[in-house]
């Protein structure tokens, strides 16, 4: 059983950024594909980012790709979501995903999901 706790969100202007961290429970963490999702109000929840454990690729969503990175500190079982000139469509619930397994690309057969953290971005 994994547990999962974003944090680092907020309400911002357009143009900030921020940091949104994911940290887990289990000695595992590092073996573990780690995925990021946002759901903004009235729409699904979609694919932002993800991470392979296995060997260090990253995904991102095309509407994010230049403004969003992850990256992940196993030592301290984060994992990490820069998000730099924030727009108000950036507004939504983020949640972190982890998976024991290699999960490539927009996928959302994750295992474990953390309760999310709200971003509100204002003009």
């Known amino acids: 059983q994994v547990q999962l706790v974003e944090s680092g969100g907020g309400l911002v202007q357009a143009g900030d950024s921020l940091r949104l961290s994911c940290t887990g429970s289990g000695r595992t963490f590092s073996r573990y594909t780690m995925g990021w999702f946002r759901q903004a109000p009235g729409k699904e929840r979609e694919f932002v980012a993800s991470?392979?454990?296995?060997?260090?690729?990253?995904y991102y969503a095309d509407s994010v790709k230049g403004r969003f990175t992850i990256s992940r500190d196993n030592a301290k079982s984060t994992v990490y979501l820069q998000i730099n000139e924030l727009k108000p469509e950036d507004t939504a619930v983020y949640y972190c995903?982890?998976?024991?397994?290699?999960?490539?690309?927009?996928?959302?057969?994750?295992?474990?999901w953390g309760q999310g953290t709200q971003v509100t971005v204002s003009l």
């Open positions: 995903a982890a998976d024991p397994g290699i999960i490539r690309g927009p996928r959302n057969e994750y295992r474990y």
């Open positions: 991470h392979i454990w296995s060997d260090g690729a990253t």
